[in-house]
């Protein structure tokens, strides 16, 4: 196990120094020059001497921001592992912060969902996530840490219902060019492993209400229990061995249009893939498309996509 975490850590470790050094010699040459005041703050009438102890002595309002979403997309690809088939899902979710506490309540039901034989069921809810977390901004540096728990269904009516999941976090980015961000998770309860990703994206302003954002994210899985979470051989057939390898891949690419001040309509487009053979191998055996025998199903790489409605307050 020792050995194990040691791999891991390297792994992570050498993911952020690849991205994050190119990024930050690149981003001190590209820096752009301060913005020029408007005449509004040039011509800005100083304030008196009780108006200023009037807003000293006041204190700043604290209010709750939020944003409730819905997601309606033709696949649900979670961590590479494909968990619908031929159906069209609908993730609708609330987020509320204060003070840099967020909670945030996410759902997924899936509109036809399938059997283990390919019978056609109505629609079911398969999935209710809770998501408690805590951020806070050290200059450009942001860190975090926070709780999930995954509520899993049965992926059809009446069949037996998963074991829920839970899973602590922690997040460290930095507010520079693309944006780095790591994050590291770790199951505590039912399928033991660790997961670790680093992402970045940039968002390409279009138009004063349309932006162009792309995103890319590489991750790391490290299974601690190869009986809920095992190392698959080139048949896409289960070992004895645990998983101990880079994971999946993302590219996504979405197109953010403020519809009405708050409100915004969002269609997004993501290429899920395998990062090595172990990656491959596995998430070939976990999809629900195509053949029975998991070497002959159709491919271990998945394009999906839809639309997001939010409205943020």
Not at 147 to 163: R, V
Not at 299 to 304: A, D
Request: aromatic share 12%; with cysteine.
């Amino acid at each position: 196990m020792e050995n194990d975490m040691k791999k891991i850590i390297t792994a992570v470790l050498l993911l952020f120094i690849v991205a994050v050094l190119p990024i930050t010699s690149w981003a001190e040459e590209q820096k752009p020059a301060a913005p020029e005041q408007t005449p509004a703050v040039k011509q800005a009438v100083p304030a008196t001497t009780q108006e200023q102890k009037s807003a000293e002595q006041k204190p700043e309002e604290d209010k709750v921001t939020g944003e409730v979403a819905a997601s309606v997309l033709n696949a649900y690809i979670w961590r590479g592992q494909e968990l619908t088939r031929h159906s069209v899902v609908i993730q609708p979710s609330m987020t509320a912060s204060y003070k840099g506490f967020t909670v945030n309540l996410w759902g997924n039901l899936d509109t036809k969902p399938y059997g283990a034989s390919g019978e056609k069921y109505s629609s079911n809810y398969t999935e209710t996530d809770v998501t408690l977390s805590y951020s806070h901004k050290f200059g450009i540096v942001q860190v975090g840490a926070g709780y999930i728990y995954y509520g899993l269904a049965a992926a059809a009516p009446g069949g037996p219902d998963l074991l829920d999941s839970q899973e602590l976090f922690v997040t460290f980015g930095l507010d520079t060019i693309l944006a780095p961000t790591l994050t590291v998770y770790k199951e505590i309860d039912h399928y033991r492993q660790w997961y670790a990703t680093l992402g970045v994206s940039h968002t390409f302003a279009l138009h004063e209400k349309i932006g162009l954002k792309l995103a890319a994210t590489a991750s790391y899985l490290l299974s601690t229990d190869e009986t809920t979470y095992a190392k698959y051989d080139s048949d896409s057939l289960p070992t004895t061995d645990k998983y101990n390898n880079f994971h999946d891949g993302i590219f996504s690419v979405s197109l953010p249009v403020a519809v009405y001040k708050t409100l915004s309509v969002t269609p997004t487009i993501s290429y899920v893939f395998p990062l090595c053979d172990d990656a491959r191998y596995e998430m070939r055996a976990r999809g629900l498309q195509g053949a029975v025998n998991p070497s002959d199903k159709e491919s271990s790489s998945f394009l999906y996509g839809g639309i997001v409605l939010s409205y943020a307050f």
